[in-house]
C-alpha cells in the first residue's frame, strides 16, 4: 500500500478525494558443510550452532520432541533473530513470541497522510496509528505469549526478547504448557503434539489453528536447513512417513468461522469479511465493483500488496464504504486469509483502473520499511496455497508478469507516476514465494538464451538501501530479492534514472528507479566482465553478475522492438480500446502515451498479448456497466521495475536471440 496516487476517474466531474491510508544436526561441523556456508567473519564453527544446541537444550528441559520445536520456529522465523526487532504483531525472535504491549510501547511509526481516489489505492495513512496501549489483560492472548512464556520459565521478559536460546526455551515451555492443557503426554513422538501445536499458534478459530499445524507437520516431514540471519546453520531431518494424530484438533475447543461464502483452498483457513458495496451521495458509492469475471473479462493478475499496519485497522477500513477497497487480506501471525471482494468483481486496490479490472489483491499484514518486522513462513505459505488456487481456477501464469507486486503496476498517465506504490519492496523475498508456488525460477537458456531472470542469492544479496526508519539514514543491513542497476559497469556510476519520476535517483527504499526484482525477465544488451547490462527504461541498465555468485541467469523467451523505420514506440500505463470500440453512452477514454519510449534496436520482455479492454463502472447502478472489448493489440512488456505496454501496431516480435548473434 504503501506510496500514493491519484488517478482520474472516468465519471463526469470525477469522484470525492478520501482520506486513506527437519531431527537436528547438533554439530555445526556437520551443518556447516551441509548447506554449503560458512560462520561470519571472526566467529568460529562451534559459535555457528548455538542455535542448533538451544534447540537440543530447551527440547530435553521441557520435554518437547526437538524436532517439533524446529519445525514451530520454521514456520514462526525460519529460525531467524531479526536482531531483536519485534514482528509486525509484537513477535520477538526465533520462536516469535510476542509481546504486543512492548512493542507498540518502543517501536516509532512513520507514515504520511494522503488523499486517493476512489478508484486506486493512494497514501493511506497508517492502518494501525499510535494509541493509547491497553493492558496486558485486554490484549488478545495471541499477542502476549512472551509473557506467559516469562511466567512459565521465570525468565525475564526482556532477555526473552533478546537472548535467541532463552526465546527458544520460552516456545519450548509454551508448547509443553499447551499439551498438558489439552491433558496429552510430553510423548517423544512429534504425531502426538498435533493439538499443542493448534494452539501453540495463537489462532481463535480451529481452521486457522489447524492449517497452521498442518503446515509444521509438512516442515516435519520435507525437512529445512539453512544459516539464519545472525549466521547460525540449523538443520531439521526429514521425516516423510510422519502422520499427525489430527484429531486431538477437536480438544482445543477452538471456534469455526464463517467461510461459506468464500473463494480460497480446503489448504487454509479462510474467513468472510465482505466489504461493503454501498452508496452514499450524488453518483458516489464505495468500495468496490460489482462485475461478472471471468464470464464478461479476464482476470489476469495478481497483485501481492503489504498493508503497512497491523491486522485490526486494516480490516476495519477494507469494512469502511468510504475507503477503498482489496479481495483478501492474509495475517502475519498464523496465515489465516480474510476475503473481502469477490473474484467476480472488481476491487479498487492497484491505483490503475485497467489493472484493477483485471487482478485480484492480497494483502499481507506487515511493514514495507521495516525488513525486521518480517513476514512469516506461516504468512508466505498461506499466502502461496491462496495463489496457486486462484491462478488454477483463472487460468493465470504462475510468473513474474502476472504475480505482480504493487510496484510493479504501471502509473495509468504521466501524472500519476511518481506517486505510484512500492509496496511490498525489496525485503519481499520473491524466490521463496515461488518455490513455495511449486514455480521456482531456474536457468532456461545457456549463453545466447538472450534474456536474464533477475535471481539473486536473497540472503547473501545485501544491496544499501535508506529510509527504512529515517529519511536519508541507511536501513540496516538485510536481504533482499532486488538488484541495483548503474549507468555504466561500475558500482561508482550514477544510478539509472526514471524520467517519469521527475527527480534524481536514489538508494531510498521506495525508490524503484535503479533496482530489478527477483523473476523479472529482461533483454541483454551488453556484457563486461562480471556485469551485465539490460534494456531498461529506454536505456543501457548494468548490474554485477558474477559467474561465482550470480544475481541473474539465462533464460530465452520473445521480445519486441520497434518496427523497421520508426526512431522510437510509444510506452502507455494501461491497454485501453481504440475510439471506434465504444459504445454510445460510453465516453472513450484517452489511450495517453507515458514519459517513456522504446528506442529502435532496444528489445523488452513479452509478458502477455491483449485486446484492448475498458471496464465501464461509474455509478452504483449495475445496468449502465459496460465491458468495452476493443481490436487493437497490445504487448504488455517488462520495461521498467514496473511493468507497461505497447501497441503491437509499433513493434515487432522476435525471438531474444539478436544480440548474442552480434
Known amino acids: 500500500m504503501r506510496g500514493s496516487v491519484t ?7 470525477g469522484r470525492h478525494l478520501r482520506r486513506a491510508a527437519a531431527a537436528a544436526v547438533a554439530s555445526a561441523a556437520l551443518v556447516l558443510p551441509l548447506l554449503g556456508a560458512a560462520p561470519p567473519p571472526g566467529e568460529t564453527t562451534s559459535s555457528a550452532a548455538l542455535l542448533q544446541r538451544a534447540f537440543a537444550s530447551a527440547a530435553a528441559d521441557y520435554h518437547v520432541p526437538q524436532s517439533v520445536l524446529l519445525a514451530v520456529s520454521y514456520l514462526q522465523s525460519r529460525w531467524d533473530t531479526h536482531g531483536g526487532a519485534p514482528s509486525v504483531t509484537g513477535g520477538y525472535g526465533p520462536m516469535h513470541l510476542t509481546d504486543a ?56 521478559a526482556a532477555r526473552l526478547r533478546t537472548d535467541p536460546s532463552s526465546n527458544v526455551a520460552g516456545g519450548a515451555a509454551l508448547l509443553a504448557s499447551a499439551q498438558r492443557a489439552l491433558h496429552q503426554p510430553l510423548s517423544t513422538d512429534p504425531a502426538d503434539w498435533y493439538g499443542a501445536i493448534a494452539r501453540f499458534s495463537g489462532a481463535d478459530d480451529a481452521a486457522t489453528a489447524a492449517a497452521y499445524a498442518n503446515d509444521v507437520f509438512d516442515v516435519l516431514r520435507t525437512g529445512e536447513q539453512r544459516v539464519t540471519d545472525a549466521g547460525q546453520a540449523v538443520a531439521l531431518a526429514a521425516r516423510p512417513e510422519l502422520r499427525a494424530d ?17 473463494e480460497c483452498p480446503s489448504t487454509v483457513s479462510c474467513e468472510w469479511i465482505p466489504a461493503p458495496y454501498a452508496q452514499f451521495g450524488d453518483d458516489d458509492y464505495g468500495n468496490h465493483d460489482l462485475a461478472d469475471r471471468p464470464a464478461a473479462q479476464s482476470i489476469k493478475y495478481i497483485v501481492i500488496h503489504d498493508t503497512e499496519g497491523a491486522w485490526d485497522g486494516t480490516i476495519n477500513l477494507v469494512q469502511d464504504p468510504t475507503y477503498v477497497s482489496w479481495n483478501y487480506t492474509v495475517r502475519s501471525t498464523d496465515g489465516l486469509i480474510a476475503q473481502h471482494v469477490k473474484a467476480k468483481d472488481v476491487a479498487w486496490h492497484a491505483g490503475n483502473w485497467y489493472i484493477n479490472a483485471k487482478s485480484i489483491g492480497i494483502e499481507h499484514e506487515g511493514f514495507l520499511a521495516a525488513p525486521d518486522a518480517w513476514y512469516t513462513e506461516a504468512m508466505y505459505r498461506s499466502s502461496a496455497r491462496l495463489v496457486k488456487y486462484l491462478t488454477a481456477e483463472y487460468g493465470i501464469p504462475l510468473d513474474r508478469q502476472h504475480i505482480l507486486g504493487h510496484d510493479n503496476v504501471p502509473g495509468p498517465t504521466t501524472s500519476t507516476i511518481p506517486g505510484m506504490h512500492t509496496d511490498p519492496g525489496p525485503y519481499w523475498d520473491w524466490r521463496h514465494y515461488f518455490e ?9 537458456a545457456g549463453k545466447k538464451g538472450g534474456l536474464v531472470t533477475i535471481l539473486p542469492d536473497y540472503a547473501a544479496n545485501q544491496p544499501s ?29 550514477a544510478l539509472i534514472n526514471d524520467i517519469g519520476y521527475g527527480r534524481p535517483p536514489t538508494t531510498d527504499v521506495n525508490d524503484l528507479s535503479s533496482r530489478v526484482s527477483t523473476g523479472q525477465q529482461y533483454a ?17 541498465a548494468w548490474f554485477r553478475n558474477p559467474a561465482k555468485a550470480p544475481t541473474a541467469v539465462n533464460a530465452t523467451g520473445l521480445v519486441v522492438t520497434p518496427k523497421a523505420g520508426l526512431t522510437s514506440v510509444p510506452v502507455y500505463g494501461r491497454a485501453y480500446p481504440e475510439a ?19 528506442p529502435a534496436g ?61
Open 7 to 13: 488517478e482520474t476517474a472516468p465519471t463526469p466531474g
Open 101 to 156: 504491549r512492548t512493542a507498540l510501547a518502543t517501536t516509532t511509526e512513520h507514515f504520511a497522510d494522503g488523499t486517493e481516489d476512489a478508484r486506486g489505492d493512494s497514501a493511506r495513512p497508517a492502518l494501525h496509528p499510535r494509541v493509547a496501549v491497553p493492558a496486558d489483560s485486554a490484549l488478545p492472548a495471541r499477542l502476549t505469549t512472551l509473557v506467559r512464556a516469562a511466567g512459565l520459565t521465570g525468565i525475564p
Open 465 to 493: 538501501y535508506t529510509g527504512c526508519v529515517t529519511s536519508g539514514r541507511p536501513c540496516a543491513a538485510h536481504g533482499s530479492s532486488e538488484v541495483r542497476l548503474y549507468s555504466d559497469h561500475d558500482e561508482n556510476a
Open 436 to 444: 513455495l508456488l511449486e514455480h521456482p525460477f531456474k536457468r532456461t
Open 246 to 262: 489430527t484429531a486431538q484438533l477437536r480438544l482445543t475447543g477452538l471456534r469455526t468461522v464463517r467461510s461459506d461464502d468464500t
Open 524 to 540: 541483454v544488451a551488453d556484457t563486461w566482465g562480471d556485469w551485465t547490462a539490460i534494456w531498461y527504461l529506454g536505456q543501457k
Open 602 to 662: 532496444q528489445e523488452y520482455v513479452i509478458g502477455d498479448v491483449l485486446r484492448g479492454e475498458y471496464y465501464y463502472a461509474v455509478t452504483f447502478d449495475t445496468d449502465t456497466h459496460r465491458v468495452v472489448a476493443g481490436k487493437d493489440l497490445y504487448y504488455e512488456i517488462q520495461y521498467g521495475h514496473r511493468i507497461e505496454f505497447v501497441r503491437a501496431a509499433d513493434v515487432t516480435v522476435a525471438p531474444a536471440s539478436r544480440w548474442a548473434r552480434r
Open 580 to 598: 471506434a470500440a465504444y459504445p454510445s453512452g460510453v465516453p472513450a477514454q484517452a489511450v495517453s502515451p507515458l514519459p517513456y519510449t522504446i
